[in-house]
């Protein structure tokens, strides 16, 4: 054993092939040796001892899973890892084995140049045959069991087997054709490729021998593989190319074929059909055919009472038995057959013909009577119902009826088929047809599948129904049948059915004839459907018609991006940005393999299936990164969908602006961007407030000292005059007694005017922390004999909004102004505590209390303190509690949240200039 070199050994002139699974392949060679492909892996055996040498001819696998090879050096069989020799121990004789075969019964059969070997299940040895056969002998085995053999001397026989002897029986139509190969066919037949003559050979026990060359569209006369694949189609190797032979549904009436051209009629009759063609009349008794008789040119045919026929061609005759008569046209001046629209034979024998410009014509009785004249009615199609009313239809589709001088119209809704072709009142359906589709009347209006839905419903000029309410068409595309429910269905929604249709895959030649004035397509007595083509007569037997009931198995072939296209396999990683993709997909059903269609879906894309008909790939735009999962189902020529969906896992990779990554630091990056926006506004306020307030504080200032330098100033000088005045009136005179009570109550005026000076020059320092603040006003308060006051911080002191700071400092102020003038308190305590949620404030004293009704009026008359202190937490956001009882002190707590107290740390270097740009000044 030696490994392959460069595929060489599979590149040579293979001659024999077994696939024993999808895994597992042994290949025999013309030049000799095999090779063995397994799970991927190629392994080569050459000629040697334990192989003969020359050309393999046959590989075949019996049941215990030994593979014999039948080679032009002798018989092996490859046991144990290893090929062995077969001699005369085992009752092989030398020389070449042609052909071996592993038949149902388990029985090895072996064909040397001049005995059939059989080697039965369990037996060491073969056993030769008491008869000769040749040299190159084949064989092959039948579904019932029927063995045949051919060789170069003795032909194609019959292998019988019987009381454990077998024997060799003459066919005597095989006699002369040794086979190359040979098959037989599910359905009985025997095909082979003929060794002497060429081609290939097609046996039936009814038909006899077929043979098919060259001239019968064979690709070469030199064949030699037969194969039947699964759906039952024969294929046929040549050395210019493969061929396949299929089931053929239509046939052609081969009379036909050659005069077509002259024109064809097509009528029932009660013999059977006739057809005319050329200047021939043909008829059929009980299945075969035979020249009725010799006839002028016929371009349409009328079938009357019994035997009776009315022909169209340079002229109109009535044909009675064997007597042909021409019938003239009414008002024969400047008529011809040409103005002949359409005709009809009533049951009752009389013929109706519509003349162009002339009108509605009946013959009976020898004589023509008009009917209807074309101001009425042109009708361009004739037929008659089972109640024997004459239904007629104008070109552009008014459709009426006439019966025993009764004529009536019927409504135009829903026609929309263009010119009308066709005309068939039916026991299920009512239908008219035109060059764009198909109507059907229920009863009310009609209703209209329109050719661009369904392209195989225009131009259809013959219309049959059979027993069990199935329609039958032949229009420009072929023969269409269209099951009763499916018609049902598709009028009812207006959707395209699910149709068969017969077109020359089928076997039928050309399409439905445009010009007859009589249906092209009539149903036959034994139920077959007649169609007359441009190329000739066909008929198709619904009830011998074949189905494909193999479902295809679908398989993915490639996915191309832009620039690159990747082999299909379990899931698919195609590069980052990627947007367009092209997925390749195919079906094995060799049958019609053009009618195969296809339906698919890209799971997270499509809502449903797609109908891709035919095609065989599909594009996919603007996809994004991710998982996706494409999957695809395919139907055979029969409309048998594959039993599951064949499936292809995609992947595209994202770019890095395309992964979640890159979307949070976008997220975070906005968010950020927003804080700084929002904390960038929140400053520019805070400035526009400190701005204000230090307005304010300085208008303060001003009216401050305008106060003491001007009005304090003036009173002042004032009291001191009346003074002056006072005290040069007599000690007890009573005016200066009540000069003396204004004096003293005009000093209280200006204490109380200079307290309200310091009060409005009352403000936070720009620098120092709340403590430090609040410890200065202590320092101002301390006196002697005076209360103790003491200032205290906990926690690490954090610097503090400026407004925040302004307001707290003025609170606290206020609230130890007040436990100095009215507690009368021996301690007085101020306490900062910074803490990481939120900034707390408390001042308490040991005093003598606020009553509680001056806590719920909010003060003192005439005093605002504690009105202005809640009135500045609220301004800051800041959460006030005042807790105080007479005799037991006062207690004053301010808590803030730190958010709102604590001025953010920003270093004047990197952000300088942003507040610069929103209305600040740098640090």
Not at 432 to 456: C, K, M, S, Y
Not at 645 to 673: D, E, M, N
Not at 692 to 712: C, G, K, N, S
């Amino acid at each position: 054993m030696t490994p392959p070199s460069g595929g060489h050994w599979l590149s040579g002139n293979v001659t024999a092939l077994l696939l024993r699974d999808d895994t597992d392949l042994w290949v025999g060679y013309f030049g000799g040796g095999t090779s063995h492909l397994h799970h991927g892996r190629l392994e080569h055996y050459p000629p040697g001892p334990g192989f003969p040498a020359g050309a393999v001819y046959r590989l075949a696998e019996d049941g215990e899973g030994t593979v014999w090879a039948a080679t032009s050096g002798g018989l092996a069989a490859w046991r144990g890892g290893d090929w062995a020799r077969i001699g005369e121990a085992e009752g092989v004789p030398a020389g070449p084995v042609f052909w071996v075969h592993v038949d149902r019964s388990e029985t090895l059969w072996a064909a040397t140049g001049e005995r059939l070997l059989r080697r039965r299940p369990g037996s060491p040895r073969f056993e030769a045959s008491d008869f000769d056969i040749g040299i190159e002998a084949v064989m092959a085995e039948a579904d019932d069991g029927q063995m045949w053999l051919s060789d170069a001397t003795h032909g194609t026989r019959r292998i019988l087997q019987q009381d454990g002897r077998f024997s060799a029986e003459a066919a005597p139509a095989l006699a002369d054709i040794a086979a190359k190969r040979m098959a037989v066919a599910r359905d009985g037949q025997l095909w082979l490729t003929d060794a002497r003559n060429g081609g290939a050979v097609r046996w039936t026990p009814d038909r006899g021998v077929e043979a098919f060359g060259r001239r019968d569209g064979l690709g070469s006369d030199m064949a030699v593989p037969v194969l039947e694949d699964i759906e039952g189609n024969m294929w046929i190797g040549t050395n210019l190319g493969l061929n396949r032979f299929r089931r053929r549904d239509a046939m052609m009436l081969a009379p036909t074929l050659e005069t077509a051209h002259h024109g064809l009629g097509l009528a029932t009759s009660r013999g059977g059909m006739v057809v005319g063609t050329g200047e021939r009349l043909l008829r059929e008794r009980d299945g075969t055919w035979r020249d009725a008789m010799a006839i002028p040119e016929v371009l349409s045919i009328a079938g009357g009472t019994g035997d009776e026929l009315w022909l169209l061609g340079r002229a109109l005759w009535r044909l009675r038995g064997a007597r042909l008569e021409e019938v003239p046209l009414p008002t024969p001046t400047a008529v011809t057959t040409y103005d002949v629209l359409a005709m009809a034979a009533a049951p009752d024998g009389a013929l109706w013909v519509s003349l162009l410009d002339r009108g509605l014509f009946r013959h009976a009785a020898g004589a023509w009577q008009r009917v209807l004249p074309t101001t009425t009615l042109q009708p361009r199609v004739l037929a008659f119902d089972a109640a024997g009313r004459l239904w007629m239809a104008e070109r552009h589709g008014q459709v009426a009826w006439w019966r025993d001088g009764h004529f009536r119209r019927m409504t135009r809704e829903g026609l929309e088929m263009g010119d009308v072709t066709a005309l068939y009142p039916g026991r299920r359906h009512f239908l008219v047809a035109g060059e764009r589709g198909l109507a059907r009347f229920d009863g009310i209006r009609f209703r209209t599948l329109g050719a661009n839905a369904v392209p195989e419903l225009g131009a259809v000029t013959g219309i049959a129904e059979d027993a069990d309410g199935g329609l039958w068409l032949n229009g420009i595309r072929g023969v269409v049948q269209l099951p009763h429910r499916e018609a049902t269905r598709a009028f009812a929604r207006l959707q395209p059915p699910s149709i068969r249709l017969f077109d020359e895959r089928d076997g039928l030649l050309g399409v439905a004839v445009q010009s007859s004035s009589t249906p092209t397509l009539l149903k036959g007595r034994d139920g077959r459907v007649w169609v007359s083509t441009n190329q000739g007569v066909a008929w198709i037997d619904p009830a011998r018609v074949g189905r494909n009931t193999h479902a295809p198995r679908v398989m993915m072939r490639s996915i191309s991006t832009a620039n690159t296209e990747f082999p299909a396999g379990p899931r698919v990683v195609l590069p980052p940005r990627t947007r367009n993709v092209e997925i390749g997909y195919g079906a094995t059903s060799l049958g019609v393999p053009e009618r195969v269609a296809f339906r698919y879906r890209l799971l997270g894309v499509d809502d449903g299936w797609q109908e891709a008909g035919p095609r065989r790939q599909v594009f996919y735009t603007n996809l994004g990164p991710g998982e996706y999962r494409f999957e695809v189902m395919a139907a055979n020529e029969d409309g048998v969908w594959s039993l599951a969906p064949a499936s292809q896992a995609l992947y595209i990779q994202p770019a890095f602006q395309q992964t979640r990554g890159f979307a949070v630091l976008c997220v975070l990056a906005i968010v950020a961007l927003l804080w700084l926006a929002y904390y960038l506004r929140l400053r520019q306020l805070g400035m526009h407030i400190r701005g204000r307030l230090q307005e304010r504080h300085a208008e303060r200032e001003r009216i401050a000292r305008e106060l003491h330098d001007t009005l304090l100033q003036s009173i002042q000088g004032l009291i001191l005059r009346f003074q002056a005045v006072a005290d040069t009136l007599p000690s007890l005179d009573p005016a200066r007694s009540a000069m003396e009570h204004a004096l003293q109550r005009a000093d209280e005026v200006l204490v109380e005017g200079r307290d309200r000076v310091l009060d409005l020059r009352a403000t936070a320092p720009d620098a120092g922390h709340l403590e430090e603040l609040l410890g200065q006003v202590a320092a101002e308060l301390r006196e002697p004999g005076g209360p103790d006051i003491e200032v205290s911080a906990q926690g690490d002191a954090e610097a503090l909004d400026p407004i925040v700071r302004d307001e707290l400092y003025r609170i606290g102020r206020e609230a130890m102004l007040n436990a100095y003038r009215h507690a009368g308190a021996g301690r007085i305590c101020a306490t900062v505590e910074y803490g990481r949620r939120e900034l707390r404030l408390r001042i308490f004293d040991d005093g003598v209390g606020i009553a509680d009704d001056t806590l719920e009026r909010g003060g003192r008359p005439g005093h605002w303190g504690l009105n202005g202190m809640r009135e500045r937490a609220s301004r800051i956001g800041a959460r006030l509690r005042i807790w105080s009882r007479a005799g037991a002190g006062t207690e004053v707590e301010l808590r803030i949240d730190a958010g709102s107290a604590y001025r953010p740390c920003l270093r004047s270097s990197r952000w300088s200039w942003l507040r610069t740009a929103f209305g600040g000044t740098p640090s």
